[in-house]
């Protein structure tokens, strides 16, 4: 007989009260993936710079990707947001909050782009790679912070929590 924790138990109830949360966890998980294949990427050795800038500018083509599929899923009129703030009135400046960072975050992703499509000659390339490289991280901790506030909101809205795995 498989033996549950108490937490365990609970996500399952969650996961079966609210399916109309599995949009949300399928952009979550979408979300972590691609995040975790940039952060994978920026590892590449700077040495090997032909596969470093091959791998950070595939894994950033599928951030763009799935943070444009995001914003739409969530922004377009009637969408996830739409529809909590009509229903959950309160909840308007947190959602107000996550649109904003959907705006900010297509700009340091676009930004990184534009970097990535003109590296510098040989001279000048560790250093950029560095500085290119430090502000990719920080757009994966902004991700990763969005990623949480938006969790926050789906709790406050719902009384459910989609879970961090996802």
Same mark, same amino acid.
């Given at each position: 007989?498989?033996? *549950?924790?108490?937490?365990?138990?609970?996500?399952?109830?969650?996961?079966?009260?609210?399916?109309?949360?599995?949009?949300?966890?399928?952009?979550?998980?979408?979300? /972590?993936?691609?995040?975790? =294949?940039?952060?994978?990427?920026?590892?590449?050795?700077?040495?090997?710079?032909?596969?470093?800038?091959?791998?950070?500018? !595939?894994?950033?083509?599928?951030?763009?990707?799935?943070?444009?599929?995001?914003?739409? !899923?969530? $922004?377009?009129?009637?969408?996830?947001?739409?529809?909590?703030? $009509? !229903?959950?009135?309160?909840?308007? /400046?947190?959602?107000?909050?996550?649109?904003?960072?959907?705006?900010?975050?297509?700009?340091?992703?676009?930004?990184? $782009? /534009?970097?990535?499509?003109?590296?510098?000659?040989?001279?000048? *390339?560790?250093?950029?790679? $560095?500085?290119?490289?430090?502000?990719?991280?920080?757009?994966?901790?902004?991700?990763?912070?969005?990623?949480?506030? =938006?969790?926050?909101?789906?709790?406050?809205?719902?009384?459910?929590?989609? =879970?961090? =795995?996802?």
């Amino acid at each position: 007989m498989a033996r *549950y924790r108490r937490f365990d138990l609970l996500a399952t109830v969650s996961t079966a009260t609210r399916p109309e949360l599995d949009d949300v966890r399928l952009r979550r998980a979408g979300l /972590k993936a691609v995040m975790s =294949g940039l952060e994978i990427a920026l590892a590449t050795p700077l040495a090997q710079r032909d596969m470093w800038l091959s791998r950070v500018r !595939e894994a950033l083509t599928a951030v763009h990707d799935v943070w444009t599929r995001h914003i739409v !899923e969530t $922004e377009a009129p009637g969408a996830f947001l739409d529809e909590l703030t $009509e !229903e959950s009135p309160r909840l308007s /400046k947190p959602a107000s909050r996550l649109r904003r960072e959907h705006t900010d975050v297509l700009a340091q992703i676009t930004r990184a $782009e /534009k970097q990535l499509s003109m590296p510098p000659n040989a001279d000048d *390339y560790d250093r950029w790679a $560095e500085a290119l490289r430090a502000e990719l991280t920080s757009l994966l901790v902004a991700l990763a912070r969005h990623r949480q506030r =938006g969790a926050d909101l789906i709790y406050e809205a719902f009384d459910v929590d989609i =879970g961090g =795995g996802f």
